[in-house]
């Protein structure tokens, strides 16, 4: 069988010249000289004992013979370099373990993800939540983990990558119900409440001018996602993260109250094994999620305060 088979080295020379239908496109496309696609050429036709290409005056035209053995050495190529692809993944780690909120990985993560898993088919991305209000909580391993506030840990680095901006959300049919015209209508209809942001309606109200009192009466729900969909169906006005109801504001499922009045948090924060340098798949999601939390941005022009620093 091997005495069967044309010095590799011309294989290549002659897939470029069949593609290209120019010997001078497969000269530039290989980097080396017109001439020398020629005499791969004729080893090639020498070995086979028959021409491969017709000349012509704007190129060549691979003869019926040489389009069928095309094919065959395409396949074989293509075969070879997803292998040697393969060949150098191997023993590097393609699978990205990410640990967020429910509701950041409901609301912001999700949506986004399938452009990636588009982009980057060879890399997988295991997501987990975690409904835990402390990092000290989480036990699961993971490459990145997302949270509302900075973190620390041997072996890790974290940074800033989206920012976490909330403010008074309603259904369009709940605020037909009950017209809101001044920051103060909100003390008099039913709000929503989250229990890890329990002070957050106080806030927003003295930061609006209202002055209310210690404990806002309501209804108070655990998660962020549970508190959205009690808004969505007209049970109140609902204190919600501006990033993680975009595609609501967007198609009018919900509304936004207010906009000149907003609270600011220490945005989320993205901590990933320091070793990403090394882990080409890590290093390509942190990269994607930095994009998609800069595309997502409130206002990248300014730098806020905390209003609420240091919650999950």
Request: net charge neutral.
């Amino acid at each position: 069988m091997s005495s069967f088979l044309p010095p590799l080295k011309t294989l290549k020379v002659f897939e470029a010249a069949v593609r290209t239908r120019s010997l001078t496109l497969a000269a530039h496309e290989l980097f080396i000289t017109h001439s020398a696609v020629s005499q791969q050429i004729k080893v090639l036709e020498e070995h086979f004992g028959q021409p491969l290409f017709l000349r012509q005056s704007r190129g060549v035209e691979p003869t019926e013979a040489a389009l069928a053995f095309y094919a065959e050495v395409k396949a074989s190529l293509d075969r070879i370099a997803l292998a040697a692809e393969q060949l150098t993944l191997t023993g590097k780690s393609r699978v990205v373990r990410l640990i967020a909120a429910p509701s950041v990985a409901m609301r912001w993560l999700i949506p986004r993800l399938s452009q990636f898993q588009i982009d980057n088919p060879r890399i997988e991305v295991r997501v987990t939540t975690t409904m835990s209000e402390y990092f000290e909580d989480v036990k699961d391993p993971f490459d990145v983990i997302l949270w509302r506030s900075p973190l620390e840990r041997s072996g890790y680095e974290c940074i800033r990558f989206l920012d976490d901006v909330s403010a008074p959300l309603a259904s369009p049919h709940f605020l037909e119900l009950h017209p809101i015209k001044v920051p103060r209508d909100l003390v008099e209809v039913s709000l929503i409440h989250l229990s890890s942001r329990a002070a957050a309606w106080s806030q927003w109200l003295n930061k609006a001018g209202v002055a209310v009192r210690r404990k806002m009466p309501g209804t108070v729900y655990e998660h962020f996602f549970l508190s959205l969909q009690a808004a969505a169906t007209d049970l109140g006005v609902a204190m919600g993260t501006l990033a993680l109801v975009d595609d609501d504001l967007a198609h009018g499922r919900l509304k936004q109250l207010f906009p000149e009045v907003v609270l600011h948090g220490e945005g989320f924060h993205m901590m990933y094994r320091s070793a990403a340098d090394s882990n080409p798949a890590l290093k390509t999601f942190i990269n994607w999620l930095t994009q998609m939390g800069q595309a997502s941005a409130y206002d990248p022009e300014r730098t806020h305060p905390a209003d609420f620093p240091g919650e999950h």
